[in-house]
């Protein structure tokens, strides 16, 4: 069955960028969405279509997609964005949607 | 402002049934398809089912199919997830979730989350 495959773990200082990547075959032909979940939240979308922001998420946030990777990139990490990340995306007949297995940032 | 209500959660015995309720309020409900995701405790992120805008076509996950019924009531601004035959690997925190309106994209995604209803099953 299709897969989204994140790293488990990403970490790096405050003011470092952090980047964490989701691989997928079927990216190459649909959109990526990201969401930050902090320990005892419910999850919060940080990037839709690929690369769109919402309206109050900062703009050290950022997408993108190309081939079979996906990547959020975090611009100047701070230590209250650590926390997990989930990407988000369909399989190539859009029937399926699923999750990455999650990735943990530590800003330290 | 978007609101998602879930409900219905609690400790169930293995094999019961449980039927878990979303509470909408503060948009257009019969506009947005719905989805439902888990999550086990210390686990990431598992997509459940889907409903779409007038409950006619609905989507499920592998690993609940045939055991798992999403419906919706736009009348109630209600989406219903029932799920039979649970097993303990079924606990979870249940949430309910609004697809983004947006029919140019790709593929969907979930704008909205409600706070989720916490599934115990165990003996």
């Known amino acids: 069955s299709y897969e989204l495959t994140q790293p488990l773990a990403v970490s790096v200082s405050p003011g470092q960028t952090a980047r964490i990547t989701c691989s997928g075959d079927a990216l190459t032909k649909k959109s990526v969405y990201w969401y930050q979940q902090k320990s005892g939240q419910a999850p919060v979308v940080l990037i839709f279509?690929?690369?769109k922001r919402p309206s109050g998420i900062p703009e050290r946030f950022s997408g993108s997609n190309s081939g079979t990777m996906a990547t959020l990139t975090i611009s100047g990490a701070q230590v209250e964005d650590g926390g997990d990340y989930y990407c988000?995306?369909?399989?190539?007949?859009?029937?399926?949607?699923?999750f990455g297995g999650g990735t943990k940032l530590t800003v330290l | 402002q978007v609101q998602l209500v879930e409900s219905g959660g609690g400790v169930v015995q293995p094999g019961r049934s449980l039927r878990l309720s979303c509470a909408a309020s503060?948009?257009?409900?019969?506009?947005?398809?719905i989805h439902w995701v888990r999550q086990a405790p210390g686990k990431g992120l598992e997509w459940v089912a889907s409903?779409?805008?007038?409950?006619?076509?609905?989507h499920y996950g592998d690993s609940l199919k045939g055991r798992v019924t999403i419906s919706r009531d736009n009348s109630k601004n209600t989406v219903y997830l029932q799920i039979n035959s649970l097993r303990a690997e079924d606990t979870a925190i249940y949430y309910c979730?609004?697809?983004?309106?947006?029919?140019?994209?790709?593929?969907?995604?979930?704008?909205?989350w409600g706070q989720g209803t916490l599934v115990t099953v165990s003996s």
């Open positions: 409903v779409c805008l007038d409950g006619t076509k609905k």
């Open positions: 988000f995306s369909s399989n190539s007949s859009g029937n399926h949607v699923l």
């Open positions: 279509d690929d690369s």
């Open positions: 979730a609004r697809q983004f309106n947006n029919n140019s994209s790709r593929s969907p995604g979930i704008d909205y």
């Open positions: 503060g948009f257009t409900f019969s506009n947005f398809a």
